[in-house]
Structures are given as structure tokens and as C-alpha cells.
């Protein structure tokens, strides 16, 4: 559509927002490699013209003079721009040599919170990692969600077979330490989540939400419970004990497909509301009154996010949820939790249906700690102790890829310490920021508008089946290289293969792994085939729109290469630049279990061990009063830090604030809009107050992502708003020990005028 007031020559293009897991769709207006305008795709048949304020900023992004748009090396405090041969060469030097002498252990790599938002990222730094061969694998899962992929993967055999809430028909929904209307949805995907839960309450459903903090969605809730931060499960555990105890258990269809119920019962006899209560800081008649109103509801979904993950007690609280799931018979039902089918064939959509080989977490451990690994990743909170503690396998060099965890992860302050005593640092990023200042050599990343887009992983995660590609809204400029054929050059050096290698030849290669497993697969489409027919009818479009065209046809919605005609594809997709509508979610257990037992297993041992550290932590609670403590929060326009760099996302009233309730206030010896000093086993930091009733007593709030006052770093607009690092506080010590996720919530602090 034309524009009167846009200069000659402007086309629209679609592209589907990376910013967040929402995954809208958007009109951008480009004239050449200009962004003349960003709004919402009204036709697009999932986001229907719903986009938040990030969605412009891409516009600022893509224009951002601060971005990296050539690579850096650095000589010892000096940075200079190179030539992409010369900056391989340069990591080939150095990294070679630490390789010889110290061994494949002594590599490591973070994989940012980008690699689950950008298909290049996703579908290639894998071939690093593997290229490395090492076992230090970090990834921001451990500092997020990953006691709900834990938990996930124990009852229902994947890790990302992660019921939903189907939000569009629920009666009921009950929502956990998330703030959906702020985040729009994480671990759901769900455009406009505002109109879809006031839809909610508009057909006369209802909607709780349980917090230490009144957030945004509490106001477009029915009911707002007060909860202490980190005893989540403390409370789901009393509501699963009441809706056992009362009779109000109705599995329903799933009883047949469900092991372990007599299991979860014996194991939370003793976790009565009115056991719970004095930990939890829920009366017990409150949590009663939840369970019967849940047990009673025509549908409903219990959701939990980040609150409820990073915590001491995740992965139980994680599990819990899904308990409550299936004990009111909510789970794999219309309008209650539910398992999405995604469009590029997850491991839940592969092999033999209802049936598979389960999770195995813990097949290694990390050197220092000791800590399990889960999903190939030990925890984050591990790394800095990985570099600093001597002997072998001591990390040496070190890849980061589109991640600050210097300011995302716990201990920034140490971790940062740590970064500068490595011998070798790359990093893969689009900023010299407050991480990447560390680094060797940096090679920059595309815009989020420089690249093609399909939510990979979220569409496992959507409230509503769809699909939807993206080609490049804006061409890149002459030269540069786009992340996929980084990724390539590095895992080269890495294997031996040499600075110079032939990046089409790695990435034939990748095709041919991803292809040889489609054609032996007995339960794909294309079990059988001629690999050359499969080959020479894949999209001839190289890096991740092959790959995503091999996965696309395979899977459960794909054409299957003439087998399903009718089916998806990249070039169907690129018919339909709205996206394509799959249908709202239907049920799919047992089809999607891949446990060895063909089971939902309720009752994995792990999580029922984990009950007595549990119980431990309530009689603490009991003995004596519980002093302040931290939590976290997220902003609209502020999801990760990258984004404060963009004036318009930072622009307004101080989001980076200390929110504390007037009573804790008085007691302290604060005053609105003055200082304090907050002070964990950590660390410290001094932060403007905000005095709000919004907030449990007892409970102090700061958000991530901030604290962009390092010296190094080139991020000129988030300088300008630099705030404090919350995440200095958090101690690198305290971990969910069933998933390895930070604690993040929860943090004891003490707090004082500044």
C-alpha cells in the first residue's frame, strides 16, 4: 500500500518482529536500504496488525550508529576495524595454539538470549559448539527457563514439549511469577495478549495472578495474590494437596495415559495449605479457595514463568504447575494447557509417535562445581569459577554468541574479572558492550531487519498453530557476512580445517546431516527417498532457508516432498507473506509423549526427592523472620539489554528504579526519589527509589538488564541511561540444582540509604 507523505520508491515489506517471543508481524516500509516506516501487519492471520513500541525500533536499530558493521580487533586497550580474513586469521592464531597445549576442555561458549530469536543463530552455532568438542556449553536457558524444560522433559520426554495455555478459549486462567501483558507472552507465544485476556473475563471467565508485585497483567486480572519470592511451589504443592485430599481430583482421558498420581499423592501428604501457609505467605483458606475454584472451572491453565523459574526451587515449581494441570483434567484439553505442533518438526513430532527414548540430564558435570549438566549446557553460574580455578581443563578461551552475560548472569562484577584474565575471547555480537569489551576479536552480527526470520522455536510454543518466513526486509550492505557463514568459519578453525575454509562445502555438510536423518527416519515422509530428488527440490537458497526448508517439509505440516500435497514449504510460505493459519491447538497426547514408557510420568523420581529440600526450607521459614529480599522486573520497551541502546526504548521516565512498599520505606530510612544501597553476599549497588503499595512488604524490585557504565563499552544512548546491574547482586553460588537455573528471585538483601 502506498503512502502520500513517503518518498518515491517505497515498497513495503513483511517481516516478522525478533525482538521478543510474540513473533508479530510487521509492515516495514523500506525506500533502498532505508526504513521509512514500521507498523503492524493488519492482514497477517496471527498478530492481525498487533505490534509494541520494539517494533519501530527496529527502525532505530537498523540506523543505530553504535552497531558494529565491521569486524574489531582489539590490541590491548585499542580497538581497529579489520577485514574479515584478517580477523579468522587472528583467532586461528591465538586459538589454536590453547587448543594444542591445554586440550579441547579448555574452550568454552555462551550462546546468547539472540540464538532462540534469529535462525542463523539457532540453526548453526551448534556446529561450533560440536566443532569445539568441549562440555562447557553455557547458554542463557540456565539464567530463564530451564527447570520448565527440565521438568518438561522428565514428565513428558522432551524438552520442549511445554503445555501452553490455550488463551483463546480458556474459562480460567492462573498465572505465576509471569507478567505477560509486559513480556507479551514468554514460553507462550501469543500476540496482543491484552485483548486476549480481557477476552477472557469478556466471556465470562476469570483470571488470577500470583506475585510479589501488582504488575500490569494483575490489573487486567479478576484476583491479585500476594506470594513470597521462591515459594511457589510451597503454594502449588498446597493446592495440589487440597484438590487431592477433597476428591476434586478429575484426570479425566488422561488417566489412562498417566503414571505416577498415586505417587504425587503420598508425596505431598504432609504439604497441606495450612502446612504451607507460614512459608508461602498465603493463608491457607486462600489457597483452598484457589484449588476448589480451579478444580471447578468448565476449563482452565495454570502458567508459570520466570518468577517461578528462576528461583531456588524451579524445577519443582515448574513440575507443580503441571500436576495442577492434569489433576483438574485441564491438560491436553481445549481451553487448558496444550501442546502446540510445530510446523518445523521438534523431537515431540518425531520418531515413533507416543513413545521415545525419554531425557538423560547429568551425563556430565561441570569441573568446579560439580554441577549437572542438562540439555548439553551446564549452568551459567559455573563459568566464571571455570576460568579463575587452575588445573586441567581450566576454560582459557571463551565464544560468546549474541549474549551480554556480564550483565545477565549472576556475580556480573566476577564474571567480568574472569573475562579479562581469558587468553582468548570472541565474540559474535552487534555492540562493543559491557561483555564484548573483553574480547579479542569481535565479528558484528545483521540488524534483526538484515535477515531472514521463522520463529523456530516459539511456534513450539504458540497459543495457535501457524507458520510464517520472513526474507530480509532490508538488504545487507556490501560486505558483510551474515552469522550463519561466521559460525561456519569459526567451527572451521576450530576443527582444524583452517581460517580459508570453504564455507558452501560446511554448509552442504550441515544440509546432508539434517537430510541423511529425514531419509532414515522410518516415521518421516521421505523415509526411503532418492537423497538426489530431495536435494534438487530443497530450496537452492543456501544457510538457514535449506535447512528450514528440509525441516518444513518433513514435518508434521509439510508436503513431505509430494507426499502431503497441499503441505507447507518455503516457497508456499513465501505465497502467504500474512503467514499461514494451522488452527487453534488440539489435543495430542498420547501422540506427543516420548517417554520410554509411552506415560505422562507424574512422578519422576528427581522431582519427588527434591520434595525434602522443600520441606527443609519451610522449617526454616518457620523458625525465624525472614529479612528483605530481591526480585526482578521486566519493562515493555527493556526485554534484554541490547535494546538500551535505542533511544526511543529508553526514552521517558526512569525505568531503572529501586521499588520498595511505603512501610519498608519508613522502617529503612528512604524517601521516594531518594538513594539506596542494596547489598546482597555478591555485591552492591545504589539505586533511585520508587515507592510503591504494589509491592509485597518485605519484597524490594529492580529490573535486568541495566548498569551500562563500564568503561569500554560503546553504547552511547544506553551510557546516557546506564542505571544499575541487578544481576550483581545475585549470587553465582545459589542455583536450582535439578536444572541449574540462577537464582534471580528471591535474593536476600539488606538494604539502606545511600
Known amino acids: 500500500m502506498a503512502h502520500d507523505d513517503e518518498p518515491a520508491g517505497t515498497v513495503s515489506r513483511f517481516h516478522t518482529c525478533p525482538l521478543c517471543e510474540a513473533n508479530c508481524n510487521l509492515e516495514v516500509r523500506v525506500r533502498g536500504r532505508e526504513v521509512v516506516s514500521i507498523r503492524g501487519d493488519e492482514q497477517d492471520v496471527f498478530s492481525r496488525g498487533y505490534m509494541c513500541p520494539k517494533g519501530p525500533a527496529l527502525a532505530g536499530l537498523q540506523s543505530d550508529p553504535d552497531r558494529l558493521r565491521s569486524p574489531m580487533v582489539r590490541d590491548g586497550s585499542t580497538w581497529r576495524e579489520v577485514g574479515w580474513d584478517e580477523a579468522f586469521a587472528e583467532v586461528e592464531r591465538r586459538l589454536l595454539p590453547i587448543l594444542e597445549r591445554h586440550g579441547r576442555s579448555s574452550a568454552g561458549v555462551y550462546l546468547g538470549n539472540p540464538s532462540a530469536h534469529h535462525v542463523s543463530l539457532g540453526l548453526y552455532s551448534r556446529a561450533l559448539v560440536h566443532a569445539l568438542g568441549t562440555h562447557t556449553v553455557c547458554s542463557a536457558s540456565t539464567v530463564d527457563q ?22 483463546d478459549r480458556t474459562a480460567h486462567l492462573v498465572v505465576l511469577g509471569g507478567n505477560p501483558m509486559v513480556s507479551n507472552g514468554s514460553l507462550m507465544t501469543a500476540p496482543d495478549v491484552k485483548s486476549r485476556l480481557r477476552a477472557i473475563r469478556a466471556r465470562g471467565g476469570r483470571i488470577v495472578v500470583v506475585d510479589p508485585r501488582r504488575t500490569r497483567t494483575s490489573e487486567e486480572a479478576d484476583e491479585h495474590v500476594f506470594v513470597r519470592p521462591g515459594t511457589d511451589a510451597m503454594l502449588l504443592a498446597g493446592m495440589a494437596h487440597a484438590i487431592l485430599a477433597e476428591g476434586l481430583a ?17 508425596a505431598l501428604a504432609d504439604l497441606s495449605p495450612e502446612a504451607v501457609e507460614d512459608g508461602c505467605g498465603v493463608p491457607a483458606a486462600t489457597i483452598r479457595r484457589l484449588a476448589r475454584e480451579l478444580a471447578a472451572a468448565p476449563s482452565a491453565a495454570v502458567y508459570g514463568r520466570i518468577g517461578t523459574c528462576t528461583q531456588e526451587f524451579g524445577t519443582l515449581a515448574s513440575w507443580l504447575v503441571d500436576v495442577l494441570n492434569v489433576l483438574t483434567g485441564n491438560l491436553d484439553r481445549p481451553g487448558g494447557a496444550m501442546f502446540p505442533r510445530s510446523a518445523t518438526g521438534p523431537a515431540n513430532t518425531q520418531g515413533e509417535p507416543g513413545r521415545g ?81 573483553h574480547a579479542h576479536v569481535i565479528f558484528p552480527g545483521l540488524s534483526g531487519l538484515e535477515q531472514p526470520h521463522f520463529p523456530f522455536a516459539f511456534t513450539s510454543l504458540s497459543v495457535r498453530n501457524f507458520a510464517r518466513y520472513s526474507r530480509p526486509a532490508v538488504e545487507p550492505p556490501p560486505g558483510a557476512m551474515p552469522e550463519w557463514r561466521t559460525l561456519l568459519r569459526l567451527a572451521a578453525i576450530a576443527s582444524g580445517q583452517g581460517a580459508a575454509a570453504d564455507t558452501d562445502a560446511l554448509d552442504d555438510f550441515v544440509f546432508e546431516q539434517q537430510l541423511g536423518r529425514a531419509l532414515s527416519s522410518a516415521h518421516s515422509p521421505i523415509h526411503g527417498r532418492d537423497a538426489s530428488e530431495i536435494r534438487a527440490a530443497t ?28 503441505g507447507l514449504s518455503i516457497a508456499k510460505l513465501l505465497e502467504h507473506p500474512h503467514g499461514v493459519d494451522l488452527g487453534p491447538l488440539e489435543p495430542r497426547i498420547p501422540e506427543v509423549l516420548r517417554t520410554p514408557s509411552g506415560k505422562i510420568e507424574l512422578a519422576p523420581e528427581p522431582l519427588l526427592a527434591d520434595l525434602d529440600r522443600l520441606r527443609a526450607r519451610l522449617r526454616e521459614v518457620r523458625a525465624g523472620g525472614a529479612g528483605m529480599v530481591l526480585v526482578g522486573r521486566r519493562d515493555l520497551r527493556s526485554n534484554n539489554s541490547w535494546m538500551h541502546n535505542v533511544e526511543s526504548l529508553v526514552s521517558g521516565r526512569a525505568r531503572c528504579t529501586l521499588h520498595l512498599h511505603p512501610e519498608d520505606a519508613r522502617r529503612i530510612g528512604v524517601a521516594d526519589g531518594g538513594s539506596a544501597r542494596v547489598r546482597s553476599r555478591a555485591g552492591e549497588v545504589v539505586a533511585p527509589v520508587e515507592l510503591t503499595d504494589g509491592i509485597m512488604p518485605g519484597v524490594a524490585s529492580l529490573p ?3 548498569g551500562h557504565d563500564e568503561q569500554g563499552s560503546r553504547m552511547s544512548v544506553a551510557r546516557a541511561h546506564a542505571g544499575v546491574n541487578s544481576n550483581r547482586l545475585a549470587d553465582e553460588a545459589a542455583i536450582d540444582p535439578l536444572s541449574g537455573n540462577a537464582v534471580l528471585n528471591g535474593i536476600p538483601v539488606e538494604i539502606a540509604p545511600a
Open 146 to 167: 530451564m527447570p520448565k524444560q527440565v521438568s518438561s522433559g522428565l514428565v513428558f520426554g522432551t524438552a520442549l514439549s511445554v503445555p501452553v495455555p490455550d488463551l
Open 250 to 266: 478429575r484426570p479425566g482421558r488422561l488417566a489412562e495415559h498417566l503414571s505416577g498420581l498415586a505417587e504425587v499423592e503420598r
Open 357 to 437: 527414548k525419554g531425557v538423560r540430564l547429568g551425563r556430565w558435570k561441570s569441573r568446579v562445581r560439580g554441577a549437572a549438566e542438562a540439555f548439553g549446557e551446564i549452568p551459567v553460574a559455573c563459568l566464571a569459577e571455570e576460568i579463575e580455578t587452575p588445573g586441567e581443563g581450566q576454560l582459557r578461551a571463551l565464544f560468546t554468541v549474541a549474549g551480554n552475560p556480564a550483565l545477565s548472569t549472576p556475580n556480573g562484577g566476577r564474571l567480568s574479572r574472569a573475562f579479562a584474565s581469558l587468553e582468548l575471547m570472541v565474540s559474535l555480537d552487534i555492540y562493543l558492550n559491557e561483555t564484548t569489551r
Open 539 to 566: 530450496s537452492s537458497v543456501r544457510g538457514p532457508e535449506r535447512l528450514l526448508d528440509l525441516a518444513i517439509r518433513t514435518g508434521p505440516w509439510g508436503d513431505g516432498y509430494g507426499a502431503r500435497p497441499g
Open 704 to 706: 535486568h538488564g541495566w
